[in-house]
């Protein structure tokens, strides 16, 4: 009985590791290049690392508190704190928090790296292997996990957000080709294809709101796009249905962030500096630095244009040989549209077409761009003639990418051991603009201020009462103290107030008074003893978002599990 188990179960797994080893074997050591510069330079101190570090660091921090989904940034504006995880996608920081708890610290940036690229090589074999052969998946998966705007990312950027939703890509636009039924399928099961479409498109947005957005009109424009060549309505309906479910599923997200928004100075994610009109390719500002990194971005924006059209013509072949002409003609409009997008012509369309102006960055279509380029260049490589070509003049450019960009960025090991030593130390890390609550000015916050402070009344001549103040509880999202006094005072505390924030004194909700110069949270107390409660609450725009949520989870996995259809494809 065991022999006849062992033989019957064990092809199936060794055929399973010999399709999947190379593939991730390929991917990892891809992944372990592109890294190798921290080994002997430290860690890529981009744009965004202070704000990606400083993230995990206090989400780690809250879930030793006992609060496993944090909202509120403890730390941040010196301890004052945002709602920071309200607003920013929650997947990088969850999985940089928990890598945290897995490697030291200081090589949290370069494992979450390795794990994203390694996955994102392995997704994009997965869906190469469906349309060209394995020689040329394997070689796609390669130039994915070390593709131009991952490498600008990873050295000059450090936004590890854009990294993850970026592994997403291939299997999004896959699934979204078989909905369309532009690509290849062998299953007929349509509400299967759409459940998983959408779980993959809630997974960019939950990685990255610009990729969420450039995600949705990309998938949009396919979508219409196989209207019109398959002259029917049921690509669009399909694709609406799959958009619908997959908005669904992050609405625990989404709906808070986009309700709340009338609570934070979010325009300030548009200041000067990140408009798109001042970030399209070569565009230049009277910032000097801003125009030296737009110069880079642009060149690397250029190349992978360049790189896309000429293979594309290279793979026109392959494509006419597997019948896959639809295929190639749709990836060259999504590559069309991405490179369109990045340059001023379609300044029209950033003005007028929804939240397309918080992608910021033009040249952020570059990770749109990546998934034609690496399907066009894997196709010219599995070419029989000139293929070897083709993969070593692929390879040359990156490898030339990949060096320019390791000498023109700032390398530095003490980003994280800093902001770590600064949360010891009870002073935490600054804030970010566009999540100060309304009506505050966080430059205005001190870098040291004790957590609670007596402040005097306004008939008190500027002189504080005596008092006894008890901290019983101080987490991210409550504060439990009590104060004793023989007179009336106000008392300071170190948190920014914000409408989801409940305060009761001795069981009766108050309104807390706020600062003169930012938005501290001060509370008017009476003579004798106080207890003061101050929590964190579940807005009603959450418990529809979490209601929302769960219900399109439900759909999605009854859409997964629905029995095999009888009757013709709807």
Same mark, same amino acid.
């Given at each position: 009985?065991?022999t006849?188990?062992t033989?019957?179960?064990?092809?199936?797994r060794?055929?399973?590791?010999?399709?999947w080893?190379?593939?991730?074997?390929?991917?990892?050591?891809?992944?372990?290049?592109?890294v190798?510069?921290?080994? @002997?330079?430290?860690?890529?101190?981009g744009?965004?690392? !202070?704000?990606?570090?400083?993230?995990?660091?206090?989400?780690?921090?809250?879930?030793?508190?006992?609060?496993? &989904?944090?909202?509120?940034?403890?730390?941040a504006?010196?301890?004052?704190?945002?709602?920071? &995880?309200l607003?920013?996608?929650?997947?990088?920081?969850?999985?940089?928090?928990?890598?945290? %708890?897995?490697?030291?610290?200081?090589?949290?940036?370069?494992? &979450?790296?390795?794990?994203v690229?390694?996955?994102?090589g392995?997704f994009?074999?997965?869906?190469?292997?469906?349309?060209?052969?394995?020689?040329?998946?394997? &070689?796609?998966?390669?130039?994915?996990?070390?593709?131009? +705007?991952?490498?600008?990312?990873?050295?000059?950027?450090?936004?590890?957000?854009?990294?993850?939703?970026?592994a997403?890509?291939?299997?999004?636009?896959?699934?979204a080709? !078989?909905?369309?039924?532009?690509?290849?399928?062998?299953?007929?099961?349509?509400?299967?294809k759409?459940?998983?479409?959408?779980?993959? %498109? $809630?997974?960019?947005w939950?990685?990255?709101?610009p $990729?969420?957005?450039?995600?949705?009109?990309?998938?949009a424009l396919?979508?219409?796009?196989?209207?019109?060549?398959?002259?029917?309505w049921?690509?669009?309906?399909?694709g609406?249905?799959g958009?619908?479910?997959?908005?669904?599923?992050?609405?625990?997200?989404?709906l808070?962030?986009?309700?709340e !928004?009338?609570?934070?100075?979010?325009?300030?994610?548009?200041?000067?500096?990140?408009l798109?009109?001042?970030?399209?390719?070569?565009? *230049?500002?009277?910032?000097?630095?801003?125009?030296d %990194?737009?110069?880079?971005?642009?060149?690397?924006?250029?190349?992978m244009?360049?790189m896309?059209?000429i293979?594309?013509?290279?793979?026109?072949?392959?494509?006419?040989?597997?019948d896959?002409?639809?295929? @190639?003609?749709?990836?060259?409009?999504?590559?069309? $549209?991405?490179?369109?997008?990045m340059? *001023?012509?379609?300044?029209?369309?950033?003005?007028?077409?929804?939240?397309?102006?918080?992608?910021?960055?033009? @040249?952020?279509w570059?990770s749109?761009l990546?998934?034609?380029?690496?399907?066009?260049?894997?196709?010219?490589?599995?070419?029989?003639?000139l293929?070897?070509l083709?993969? #070593?003049?692929?390879?040359?450019?990156?490898?030339?990418?990949?060096?320019?960009?390791?000498?023109?960025?700032? /390398?530095?090991?003490?980003?994280?051991?800093?902001?770590?030593?600064a949360?010891a130390?009870d002073q935490?890390?600054? #804030?970010?603009?566009?999540?100060?609550?309304?009506?505050?000015?966080?430059?205005n916050?001190?870098?040291?201020?004790?957590?609670?402070?007596?402040?005097?009344?306004?008939h008190?001549?500027?002189?504080?009462?005596?008092?006894?103040?008890?901290?019983?509880r /101080?987490?991210a999202?409550?504060?439990?103290?009590?104060v004793?006094?023989?007179?009336?005072?106000r008392l300071a505390?170190?948190?920014?107030?914000?409408?989801?924030w409940?305060?009761?004194?001795? =069981?009766?909700?108050?309104?807390?008074?706020r600062?003169?110069?930012?938005s !501290?949270?001060?509370?008017?107390?009476?003579a004798?003893?106080? *207890?003061?409660v101050?929590?964190? $609450?579940?807005t009603? +725009?959450?418990?529809?978002g979490?209601?929302?949520? =769960?219900?399109?989870?439900?759909a999605?996995?009854?859409?997964?599990?629905?029995p095999?259809?009888?009757a013709?494809?709807?």
């Amino acid at each position: 009985m065991t022999t006849a188990a062992t033989i019957s179960t064990n092809p199936p797994r060794l055929s399973f590791l010999r399709k999947w080893l190379p593939a991730f074997a390929v991917s990892l050591t891809a992944a372990l290049i592109v890294v190798s510069p921290f080994f @002997w330079l430290g860690t890529a101190s981009g744009h965004d690392i !202070q704000f990606h570090a400083s993230s995990w660091l206090d989400v780690a921090g809250q879930w030793k508190e006992g609060i496993v &989904f944090p909202r509120w940034t403890e730390w941040a504006n010196h301890g004052f704190g945002e709602p920071r &995880f309200l607003f920013y996608p929650p997947m990088s920081w969850v999985l940089g928090a928990a890598l945290g %708890f897995v490697v030291p610290w200081n090589a949290v940036p370069m494992a &979450f790296i390795v794990l994203v690229q390694t996955a994102a090589g392995v997704f994009t074999f997965s869906v190469v292997r469906r349309l060209l052969p394995e020689r040329a998946a394997l &070689f796609g998966a390669a130039l994915y996990a070390a593709n131009p +705007d991952a490498l600008l990312i990873i050295y000059v950027r450090s936004d590890f957000a854009e990294l993850l939703a970026m592994a997403f890509f291939p299997l999004l636009f896959l699934v979204a080709l !078989q909905v369309s039924g532009i690509a290849e399928n062998q299953c007929h099961r349509p509400n299967r294809k759409i459940a998983f479409f959408s779980v993959v %498109f $809630a997974a960019v947005w939950l990685s990255n709101a610009p $990729a969420g957005v450039m995600a949705s009109y990309s998938v949009a424009l396919l979508f219409a796009w196989a209207a019109v060549t398959e002259k029917s309505w049921r690509p669009l309906l399909r694709g609406a249905g799959g958009l619908a479910l997959g908005f669904g599923l992050t609405g625990f997200y989404l709906l808070p962030a986009a309700y709340e !928004q009338r609570w934070v100075n979010i325009g300030q994610v548009l200041s000067s500096g990140l408009l798109p009109a001042q970030n399209f390719l070569y565009a *230049r500002i009277s910032d000097p630095e801003h125009n030296d %990194f737009n110069w880079i971005a642009s060149s690397v924006a250029v190349l992978m244009m360049v790189m896309t059209g000429i293979a594309s013509i290279a793979a026109y072949r392959e494509s006419v040989e597997r019948d896959r002409k639809k295929l @190639w003609r749709t990836l060259l409009l999504i590559s069309a $549209a991405a490179s369109l997008m990045m340059i *001023r012509v379609t300044s029209i369309f950033w003005e007028v077409l929804p939240k397309l102006r918080f992608v910021q960055f033009p @040249w952020r279509w570059m990770s749109i761009l990546a998934v034609p380029w690496v399907f066009f260049l894997a196709a010219a490589c599995a070419r029989k003639k000139l293929g070897w070509l083709w993969g #070593g003049v692929a390879l040359a450019l990156l490898a030339g990418t990949g060096t320019y960009l390791v000498k023109h960025t700032w /390398w530095d090991a003490e980003d994280i051991p800093s902001l770590r030593a600064a949360i010891a130390q009870d002073q935490g890390f600054d #804030g970010t603009d566009e999540y100060d609550p309304l009506g505050d000015d966080h430059y205005n916050l001190p870098e040291k201020a004790a957590r609670v402070k007596v402040l005097p009344t306004e008939h008190a001549l500027g002189v504080a009462p005596n008092a006894l103040i008890r901290v019983e509880r /101080w987490t991210a999202e409550e504060k439990d103290l009590r104060v004793t006094a023989r007179e009336p005072l106000r008392l300071a505390l170190r948190l920014l107030d914000y409408p989801a924030w409940h305060v009761e004194v001795n =069981g009766m909700q108050v309104t807390p008074e706020r600062g003169e110069n930012f938005s !501290q949270m001060i509370l008017p107390l009476g003579a004798g003893g106080s *207890r003061i409660v101050v929590r964190f $609450a579940r807005t009603k +725009d959450r418990i529809l978002g979490d209601f929302v949520s =769960g219900v399109s989870l439900l759909a999605a996995l009854l859409m997964l599990c629905w029995p095999r259809e009888r009757a013709r494809d709807v």
